[in-house]
């Protein structure tokens, strides 16, 4: 089955599924464990960010524990983002029987290869339960001393036929990596009353769906684009589907990062996109609270959340996914969700904007310049 996949897939819309929206991790968390806990097949992990603490020692134990138990448990670890993986942690799993592979090791022979990373967030059991989103296996996404501080994160919790999909899509990474093929689990049962939805990917320059739906779905909005991510280094693309959603009467609007954010010169370089963007009537809020860390958007009834920044960096270089939903009630949920994190937000206006003092302009063009200047590495690479 994996050899059969192309590198451009393009999974179908699939009816009858089940989508839960998760906020934050004291509520995705303890989810995903218990599916794990009560896994009796497989337990499938394709993932970016994992490292020692709290949170992973959770993991970790689930995993060992379901290995030991006769579960297979296949992990596939991004090999710079699990650097933080200590070797008594890694040692556990691979003493437990627990099967983990490292996606494109890093090597100086590579050069700008080693760019290439699996940002994907993706945790699979049984075939029947799933989970998607942005979190990382790490303790800043639920802080064992202080749950004020975990970032701003969103998951979705999976059943139904779109499983399918989404194992076929770690079975391909897997056997690139590993060059072991998994079993097909037994087909996803439907849901009743059930909801439509969509696995749509990114593959680095060799694809970018993901991309290519959401402008085609911002430019053909008509009430509102709802846009939340936590890197927003824009393609000129994306920019133009925003402003000529404006001009036809949607409601558009940005969630970003405020002055809490794990990369302060990324929220910089993206700044500098704000005046065209408000002067044609997009609206921009920033994050107050916390670290924003959640990609969602909503457009219309359209609602994508999963691991891709929808910027230009992420899916010029990255292995991406998100779950597409088209259905009335989780998008109610959706905005139900971005409608608090606007209440917990500052909204930039225009005419305040062109007021900032002139050292945060200069900072904002200098790291804009460097944005330039690595999107110019990565055309080469082309």
């Known amino acids: ?86 070797d008594y942690d890694l040692g556990r799993l691979i003493r437990s029987n627990v099967q983990v592979a490292f996606y494109n090791r890093l090597s100086f022979g590579k050069s700008l290869n080693n760019m290439a990373r699996d940002h994907r967030k ?96 911002v430019h053909a909005s008509e009430r509102i684009v709802w846009l939340s991510t936590a890197y927003f280094v824009p393609s000129w693309k994306l920019r133009r589907a925003l402003r000529y959603a404006v001009s036809k009467g949607a409601d558009v609007r940005l969630l970003l990062p405020g002055p809490k954010t794990d990369h302060p010169a990324v929220r910089l370089a993206g700044r500098r996109f704000y005046s065209a963007l408000l002067e044609r009537g997009v609206r921009i809020f920033e994050y107050q609270p916390r670290v924003l860390h959640s990609k969602a958007i909503i457009c219309d009834q359209w609602v994508s959340v999963g691991s891709s920044n929808f910027d230009r960096w992420n899916l010029r270089w990255n292995l991406e996914a998100n779950q597409s939903i088209d259905d009335a009630r989780f998008t109610e949920a959706a905005i139900s969700m971005f409608e608090r994190d606007f209440d917990d937000s500052v909204e930039i206006h225009a005419d305040e904007w062109l007021q900032r003092p002139r050292t945060l302009r200069f900072r904002e063009k200098f790291w804009g310049q460097v944005d330039i200047w690595l999107h110019r590495i990565g055309r080469g690479r082309r």
């Not at 989810?31 to 970016?48: D, K, P, Q, W």
């Not at 202080?146 to 139904?160: A, K, L, N, P, S």
């Not at 097909?184 to 059930?194: C, H, S």
């Open 1 to 86: 089955m994996t050899d059969t996949i192309p590198a451009n897939i393009h999974f179908p819309w699939r009816e009858d599924n089940h989508f839960a929206l998760l906020v934050d991790g004291a509520q995705f968390f303890p989810r995903m464990l218990h599916a794990i806990a009560n896994a009796n097949e497989t337990v499938l992990l394709e993932m970016y960010l994992i490292e020692s603490g709290a949170v992973a020692t959770s993991f970790i134990d689930a995993f060992c524990d379901a290995a030991e138990r006769g579960v297979v448990v296949n992990l596939l670890l991004d090999d710079y983002g699990s650097l933080g993986l200590n």
């Open 122 to 217: 993706i945790l699979l059991v049984d075939g029947k339960t799933g989970f998607v989103g942005g979190a990382g296996i790490t303790d800043e996404f639920a802080p064992p001393d202080d749950i004020e501080r975990q970032w701003r994160e969103t998951m979705v919790e999976i059943r139904g036929p779109v499983l399918a999909d989404w194992q076929a899509l770690f079975y391909r990474v897997w056997a690139e990596t590993t060059g072991q093929t998994i079993e097909v689990d037994a087909e996803p049962e439907p849901i009743a009353d059930g909801m439509l939805g969509r696995v749509a990917t990114a593959n680095g320059l060799r694809a970018q769906g993901i991309m290519r739906t959401l402008v085609k779905r």
